[in-house]
């Protein structure tokens, strides 16, 4: 099989809930990042074979064909919704990837996008004629007492793993500090929408100003949590023959899978699969130049960084969702965003990792 490359990575800002975004739609939060994207790679649109577009909230309708349709892309595509959770927008790459090395496409567009501004209502309905029960987080399991809410999960783990409050809070104001360091190097990754072309959530947080914010579920806060956010990210996956006529920096895709652990444990789930890629690549973690750990808690990324034995210096190196927002479908893909953007400094072998409700968890691995 073909090699597959990512020649071009966008992004737009992370916008916190009831943001500058708040009025978009999927298809408008998506479609300058596109154009951006294949104007970066000097694509033309009708030039593009697939659209591969993750949604979590449950919007419905196809995104991904309303996206196609928006971008001005030919037709013919018909674009591909999926809903893996937190871990969509990189399994989207993951898709791509695949569908290119197969030789059933050329160029895909993947990616996420999610907009918790404008989320569906989502309700319950009963045969026996009760009224409609609305919920917040849909079920991940089959089994109530294996199906916790994702905050009392992160809870548990962080009992488990003894990663105290005062580690998490301290993490999560690196995250912070690490974010607002890197607001201009970030610049060119990100697609100005509505006049935002920065993340404006980070904050000169500190481990004093995290103690104080109020626990959700034991050693789990406000400050050690991600805020529900507005975003995309697109990813542009291509032949290796495309590849070698490209001009600019490209990433190869070297390896990737998701796979599922305990469900009542998400938060460690990419551990198996951070461990499995590099495995399957005959790779060492000790060889990574750059890493890009999902934090919607952050007792999920430290715990992942211990248990896979990464280097907690090349992790985040701009800062995680915990200074950005989490727009679940999106996560994923700006994640890889963010990858590409680090290894364009470093070189060599990068890794993404994310985890998903319902014990779900997927990596990445790149080389620049």
Known sequence: MSSAYIIAAKRSAVSPRNGAFATLSLHQL??????????????????VDEVIVSNALGAGGNPARHVALAAGLKQTVAGLTIDRQCCGGMDAVLLADSLVRSGRAKIVIAGGVESYSRAPLRAETFADGRPPLPYSQARFTPWADRDPMMQDAAATLARVTEISRADQDAWAALSHQKARAAKHRMAHEITQINDLSYDPFARNMTPALAARAKPLAGSITAANTSVAADASAFCLVVSDDIARRFIGPKAEIINGCTLG?????????PVEAIETTLYNANLGAEQLKACEIMEAYAVQAMACVQQAGLDPDIVNMGGG????GHPIGASGAINIVRLLSELSHTGGYGLGAIAAAGGLGTAVLLRV
């Open 261 to 269: 652990g305990e469900p009542d444990m998400p938060g460690i789930a």
């Open 321 to 324: 969702s915990l200074a950005r």
């Open 30 to 47: 998506s479609t300058p990042v596109i154009l951006d994207l294949l104007q970066t790679a000097d694509i033309s649109p009708d030039r």
